[in-house]
């Protein structure tokens, strides 16, 4: 996973938390500054000082275990991740980080475990799904060597899996994303695989078509830029009724088949458990950018999350449907 590739991994650093002043931001922006120079002891020395002041600060230990990460301190990396996971488990990308970590030092069982706490976390985390993909080839490589070494008989059924495996982790040229506002910190993820070729389609003639009478022209639909604002409208609502806590509200807005990637019964329990756990919660959407297209609608933005004394700000994504004139949401994905 972390052997052949590096990237940036920008959904955390990219709003992970809303800052209560502009002195806390500069903060920030002056660690960012330093990494983007290059200077990486003077990031870490300023990450540093500002915590000595402020030692709950997640966004600050982030940017912290990022930079250790990128200058080949692992060990310590990994300390600050790991109490990321212990002070805040609701957060995903801490433990999406570790699994790169151990990853890079070969510990996939590790890793393995990491990411599916990560998709736990947040059953739309797209990331963590990816890395686990390949966190679970490098073991089925581990396992297929191991059974050649075993028996040397079962080379003509294992040699190809094998070597189909390592074709998806031949080394890959290095990714770099593009400096952002908040210019995000690289760290390694997993090589992605490239994709299959296309299937060849057989050219077909098309029959000829009776003529038939002139349709009927159909209904009236909403103009498009109605139809954005319903959606986004939906969305706002869907925050409103997480922010007071209204389970009934905050489940209708959902099509009765999602399920976050578990049965429906364990991930509404799971939802309960968080929302209720919660002594006040603010949920705050913005920056809207909402595509229709027919039945099915794309709404991003970035939410604000309040929780007690956790802040936290992140771009996401509804998947929505319309049903009987109402938006539901049909997916649910961060850092989109």
Request: glycine share 4%; charged share 25%.
């Amino acid at each position: 996973m972390a052997r052949t590739r590096t990237s940036l991994i920008g959904l955390f650093v990219a709003g992970l938390m809303a800052t209560t002043s502009t002195a806390r931001a500069d903060e920030y922006a002056d660690v960012d500054r330093l990494v983007g120079a290059g200077q990486l002891a003077e990031a870490v020395q300023k990450a540093d000082q500002f915590l000595a002041s402020n030692p709950r600060d997640a966004r600050m230990r982030f940017l912290k275990g990022l930079v250790l990460s990128e200058q080949g301190r692992p060990v310590e990396a990994t300390a600050v991740f790991v109490k990321l996971t212990e002070d805040f488990p609701e957060l995903p990308e801490p433990y999406n980080n570790l699994a790169v970590l151990y990853g890079k030092q070969g510990q996939y069982d590790q890793a393995r475990r990491s990411l599916e706490a990560a998709i736990r976390t947040n059953p739309s985390y797209a990331t963590a799904y990816e890395n686990l993909g390949d966190v679970y080839a490098k073991l089925a490589s581990q396992a297929y060597s191991k059974a050649l070494q075993i028996d040397s008989g079962s080379t003509a059924k294992v040699a190809p899996k094998l070597s189909m495996i390592r074709e998806l982790f031949a080394p890959k040229s290095v990714a770099l994303a593009s400096n952002t506002a908040t210019k995000s910190v690289p760290v390694a993820t997993a090589p992605v695989a490239k994709p299959a070729a296309p299937a060849v389609v057989a050219a077909v003639t098309p029959k000829p078509v009776p003529a038939e009478a002139p349709p009927k022209p159909a209904p009236a639909k909403p103009a498009a830029p109605a139809l954005a604002d319903d959606a986004q409208a939906a969305a706002m609502a869907w925050a409103a009724a997480w922010s007071r806590k209204d389970l009934d509200a905050y489940f209708a807005a959902y099509t009765p088949e999602f399920n976050g990637g578990q049965s429906r019964k364990v991930w509404e329990n799971e939802r309960r458990a968080r929302i209720l756990g919660k002594r006040s919660i603010v949920v705050a959407l913005s920056d809207f950018d909402t595509k229709v297209q027919g039945d099915k609608a794309v709404v991003r933005f970035r939410q604000s999350y309040r929780a007690d004394a956790l802040k936290v700000s992140s771009r996401k994504k509804l998947e929505m449907i319309n049903v009987s004139g109402r938006w539901l949401i049909q997916k649910e994905s961060t850092g989109s």
